[in-house]
């Protein structure tokens, strides 16, 4: 893959089914917006950010002078100590895969694995055990 495509944080907001179902959406859209306020100041300067699809939002390093793990962990403790929710995050580079579109799903597959091990965590895909990383078929 080409070295020059960025690497990408996957990042979901953990239980906003819940707080949405509980404190309404007004609420939970509020928060939705807090969160990515987060990430795109954490990405400013660096790269940029975006929503996915629901409260699924992307950040993509532009520059080589940050660790993307570094920025992931910074936006995490900052929507933990900012906001009423936690993020769970998937980080993946162009060591990882062969298309942008791989490297969606590997971020994706890592912030999974941040999800099912306990949430309010960040999961570097090259760092996951090799039985839990899916095949790309």
Avoid: W
């Amino acid at each position: 893959m080409d070295s020059r495509v960025p690497p990408l944080l996957f990042c979901d907001i953990d239980n906003f089914k819940k707080l949405n179902d509980t404190q309404g959406h007004h609420k939970a859209d509020g928060v939705l917006k807090q969160v990515s306020e987060i990430i795109k100041e954490e990405s400013a300067g660096i790269g940029t950010a975006g929503r996915y699809g629901g409260e699924e939002l992307l950040a993509c390093i532009g520059t080589d002078k940050v660790k993307p793990d570094r920025v992931a962990e910074s936006i995490r403790k900052r929507v933990e100590q900012e906001t009423i929710v936690t993020i769970s995050v998937g980080v993946s580079t162009s060591k990882d895969a062969d298309s942008v579109q791989d490297l969606v799903k590997l971020a994706d597959e890592a912030m999974y694995h941040s999800k099912t091990t306990g949430k309010n965590k960040v999961t570097l895909f090259q760092s996951m055990p090799a039985a839990k990383k899916k095949s790309l078929s």
